[in-house]
């Protein structure tokens, strides 16, 4: 199924989970994250946008790699960085809805959709790949977007 982004922010930027998740690794296999989050940190005018889900999950995933005052501070810094954004229930069931194999990405998408991005950050291009209106792109292309 082909999902449309009728209006958008050329603007907004959402970034996935993986990209998070990758970029405060400290894993060198995952610098181009971190290079990602660096350069889109350094542009101008731009809004960035992060689901309360992906900091769920981030802090799930370091919960046994790091300290929670490291963890604390990932979070601040995110939450200075990003505008977070809350899903509901009505999120979810739209998520559900759609087709897609990864419902965890329908929820991201959704949510997306609900701010308007116009550009969305990924490792996992397949599953945003039906996305029209919005640019999918993966990290190691993000300076594609202008300062």
Known sequence: MTRQ???????HIFVDTNVLNGAYS???R?????DCLHYLYSIVGKRLYASTLSVAQLISVYQKKKTNDEIRSIVRELQHRFTIVNFTVKDIDEALTENDVDIEDNVQFVLARKQKCRVIITNNYKDYRLLLGAQI????KVRTIAR
């Open 5 to 11: 982004v009728k209006t958008y922010n050329p603007n």
């Open 26 to 28: 400290g894993d060198a």
């Open 30 to 34: 995952f610098q181009t994250d971190s």
């Open 137 to 140: 792109i993966k990290p190691s």
